[in-house]
Protein backbone atom coordinates (compact mmCIF):
# COMPACT_ATOMS: atom_id res chain seq x y z
CA UNK A 1 0.00 0.00 0.00
CA UNK A 2 1.27 3.80 -0.43
CA UNK A 3 -0.19 7.10 -0.54
CA UNK A 4 0.70 10.64 -0.80
CA UNK A 5 0.24 14.38 -1.01
CA UNK A 6 1.67 16.39 -3.30
CA UNK A 7 2.78 20.09 -2.99
CA UNK A 8 1.53 21.61 -0.01
CA UNK A 9 3.52 25.29 0.33
CA UNK A 10 3.72 27.06 3.90
CA UNK A 11 5.24 29.76 4.80
CA UNK A 12 6.85 31.39 8.06
CA UNK A 13 8.65 34.47 7.89
CA UNK A 14 11.41 33.82 5.10
CA UNK A 15 11.22 30.46 5.18
CA UNK A 16 9.25 28.72 2.83
CA UNK A 17 8.63 24.97 3.38
CA UNK A 18 7.10 22.59 0.03
CA UNK A 19 6.17 19.36 0.96
CA UNK A 20 6.09 16.83 -1.82
CA UNK A 21 4.80 13.93 -0.25
CA UNK A 22 3.27 11.63 2.29
CA UNK A 23 3.88 7.54 1.79
CA UNK A 24 3.14 4.91 3.91
CA UNK A 25 4.45 1.14 2.95
CA UNK A 26 4.00 -1.87 3.96
CA UNK A 27 7.20 -3.67 2.75
CA UNK A 28 8.30 -7.46 2.63
CA UNK A 29 11.57 -7.95 0.92
CA UNK A 30 11.65 -4.23 -0.02
CA UNK A 31 14.53 -2.96 -1.90
CA UNK A 32 16.13 0.37 -3.18
CA UNK A 33 18.20 1.17 -5.32
CA UNK A 34 21.51 1.32 -4.17
CA UNK A 35 23.35 4.91 -3.10
CA UNK A 36 20.58 6.93 -4.07
CA UNK A 37 19.74 10.05 -3.37
CA UNK A 38 16.53 13.11 -3.54
CA UNK A 39 16.83 16.61 -4.21
CA UNK A 40 15.14 17.07 -1.32
CA UNK A 41 14.73 16.17 2.48
CA UNK A 42 12.76 12.91 3.51
CA UNK A 43 11.74 12.58 6.99
CA UNK A 44 11.67 8.31 7.52
CA UNK A 45 8.90 7.46 10.13
CA UNK A 46 9.38 3.78 11.15
CA UNK A 47 5.68 2.46 12.00
CA UNK A 48 6.78 -1.14 12.62
CA UNK A 49 10.27 -3.74 12.33
CA UNK A 50 13.49 -2.19 12.07
CA UNK A 51 15.99 -1.71 9.58
CA UNK A 52 19.23 -0.15 8.55
CA UNK A 53 20.29 2.83 6.73
CA UNK A 54 23.80 2.92 4.98
CA UNK A 55 25.14 6.06 4.17
CA UNK A 56 28.65 6.67 2.86
CA UNK A 57 30.33 7.02 6.19
CA UNK A 58 28.01 5.73 8.58
CA UNK A 59 25.03 2.90 9.15
CA UNK A 60 21.72 4.41 11.38
CA UNK A 61 19.47 2.06 12.79
CA UNK A 62 15.94 2.94 12.52
CA UNK A 63 13.39 1.17 14.84
CA UNK A 64 9.86 1.44 15.23
CA UNK A 65 8.61 4.73 16.50
CA UNK A 66 11.72 6.50 15.38
CA UNK A 67 11.65 9.31 12.85
CA UNK A 68 15.32 10.18 10.77
CA UNK A 69 15.64 13.18 8.67
CA UNK A 70 17.88 12.50 5.70
CA UNK A 71 19.13 15.88 4.03
CA UNK A 72 18.91 16.61 0.15
CA UNK A 73 21.60 14.71 -2.19
CA UNK A 74 22.77 12.49 0.90
CA UNK A 75 23.26 8.82 -0.71
CA UNK A 76 21.71 6.31 0.78
CA UNK A 77 20.32 2.81 0.94
CA UNK A 78 17.92 0.93 3.21
CA UNK A 79 18.47 -2.70 4.44
CA UNK A 80 16.63 -5.15 6.60
CA UNK A 81 17.95 -5.64 9.95
CA UNK A 82 15.87 -8.50 11.81
CA UNK A 83 12.42 -8.68 9.86
CA UNK A 84 11.99 -8.39 5.76
CA UNK A 85 8.84 -6.71 6.89
CA UNK A 86 8.50 -3.92 7.83
CA UNK A 87 6.22 -0.05 7.55
CA UNK A 88 7.41 3.26 7.52
CA UNK A 89 6.48 6.54 6.43
CA UNK A 90 8.28 9.05 4.45
CA UNK A 91 7.36 12.81 4.33
CA UNK A 92 9.32 14.43 1.75
CA UNK A 93 10.34 18.39 1.77
CA UNK A 94 12.13 21.03 0.71
CA UNK A 95 13.60 24.31 2.74
CA UNK A 96 14.30 27.95 0.63
CA UNK A 97 14.50 31.27 2.00
CA UNK A 98 11.70 33.19 0.81
CA UNK A 99 11.27 37.49 0.31
CA UNK A 100 9.48 38.05 3.67
CA UNK A 101 11.18 40.50 5.80
CA UNK A 102 10.81 38.40 9.06
CA UNK A 103 14.17 36.24 9.10
CA UNK A 104 13.53 32.92 10.32
CA UNK A 105 14.85 30.50 7.92
CA UNK A 106 18.12 30.57 9.31
CA UNK A 107 16.66 29.28 12.62
CA UNK A 108 14.91 26.81 10.40
CA UNK A 109 17.56 25.48 8.58
CA UNK A 110 19.73 24.95 11.63
CA UNK A 111 17.38 23.16 13.33
CA UNK A 112 16.47 20.40 10.39
CA UNK A 113 20.24 20.06 9.96
CA UNK A 114 21.47 19.55 13.13
CA UNK A 115 18.70 16.72 13.56
CA UNK A 116 19.61 14.88 10.21
CA UNK A 117 20.93 11.05 10.39
CA UNK A 118 19.91 10.81 14.15
CA UNK A 119 16.98 8.85 15.30
CA UNK A 120 14.94 10.33 17.46
CA UNK A 121 11.33 8.83 19.23
CA UNK A 122 8.46 9.92 18.02
CA UNK A 123 4.91 9.75 20.37
CA UNK A 124 2.56 7.90 18.75
CA UNK A 125 -0.21 11.19 18.46
CA UNK A 126 2.26 12.48 15.60
CA UNK A 127 2.66 9.10 14.09
CA UNK A 128 -1.15 8.66 13.95
CA UNK A 129 -1.76 12.18 12.38
CA UNK A 130 0.85 11.39 9.86
CA UNK A 131 -0.84 7.88 8.71
CA UNK A 132 -4.53 9.06 9.06
CA UNK A 133 -3.48 11.91 6.78
CA UNK A 134 -1.92 9.48 4.18
CA UNK A 135 -4.86 7.01 4.36
CA UNK A 136 -7.27 9.71 3.02
CA UNK A 137 -4.66 10.86 -0.16
CA UNK A 138 -5.29 9.32 -3.30
CA UNK A 139 -1.76 7.15 -4.66
CA UNK A 140 0.67 8.48 -5.94
CA UNK A 141 4.80 8.13 -5.75
CA UNK A 142 7.49 10.67 -6.41
CA UNK A 143 10.91 8.84 -5.76
CA UNK A 144 13.30 10.48 -7.94
CA UNK A 145 15.96 7.81 -8.07
Do not use: Q, W
Request: contains cysteine; aromatic residues 14%; negative net charge.
Amino acid sequence: MSNSVNSLRIELGDAVFRFFGIHIKKLHNYEVPKCHSHRYYELHYAKSGSYVYIFEDREVELSAGNILIIPPNFRHYIIDKENPSYSFAVLSFSLTKGENAESVYGAFREMIDNACLRPVPMPRTFCEHIENLASRIPCDDIFDF
